[in-house]
């Protein structure tokens, strides 16, 4: 009897002996965060240049050439023109949207139904506000964002954090903003901001990050946010898509709506709810 029980605790001892060695030699999943991370940090290969050979064709005609070479010049001269023209024209909407800006700032009430004004607690061209969010999101992924803006007239800055949480993992970005603030009337605001963040998961890297917030009011407490960030970092790519409705009564505000992050292979998405504090 006593045997067989030594039998038995050696075979019981073997499979756990077998079953840990499993473990180490089998990796486990890491999670979408963790491919969130690798996949946004994931440097852009360069395409090669293929070597492309040249044939000679002497027996061209010159009269061939110099029609090439005319119509080459028309060309690139209507081109020239089109990009001209067409900077100039976005030249003058930014000039016009800053300027938009300060003359808001500088009216507190309307002399007019058409004129422009700005009053505290306006949460499309603040002066200063601070907002929260709780996200859920796909594959049982939490997270929760917390942005901090400050500005005055056309000029900005604003300092956001988000943060993922999946079961054991998590990962963290984080970014600085300067702001270009343009206003076009009282109900539609328009930034153009740059700078530079952080990611945090497995490892730190530090990139590049853009956006282009927009803003527009439907009524007196009721607008709409689009926040778009486009990131880089270690040479990846990772886009960051924010759609909200807000509800606003003065300095106080909530607001609801959907966000997903974006790199070539993964996403993470859901929907949020949030507060916010506006002076």
Known sequence: MLVKIEGGI????????????????????????????????KPKSKSDSGSSGKTNNSGRESSSSNGDSIGGD?????????????????????????????????????????????????GLLPTAKIDTHFLLASDDITGHQTRVEAGYGLLGVSHTKNRLFERSDSLTMDYTLFHYRMSFGNRFSWDFAAGSGRLHGEDSYDGTVSAMPIRYRFSDKWYGEYFPVWSSYNGGAMAEHQFGLNWQQKYFGVSMGYKEWLTDNTNVEGFFVGMNIVY
């Open 10 to 41: 050696q075979v019981l001892f073997k499979k756990i002996l077998l079953l840990v060695a499993l473990c180490a030699v089998v990796p486990s999943h890491a999670g979408v965060l963790n491919d969130l991370e690798e996949s946004a940090t």
């Open 74 to 122: 028309l060309a690139a001269g209507f081109f020239t023109w089109v990009v001209k023209t067409t900077l100039n024209a976005i030249g003058s909407v930014i000039a016009y949207g800053g300027e938009s800006s300060w003359q808001r700032y500088a009216a507190k009430e309307p002399e007019d139904k058409d004129s422009l004004f700005r009053v505290p607690g306006d």
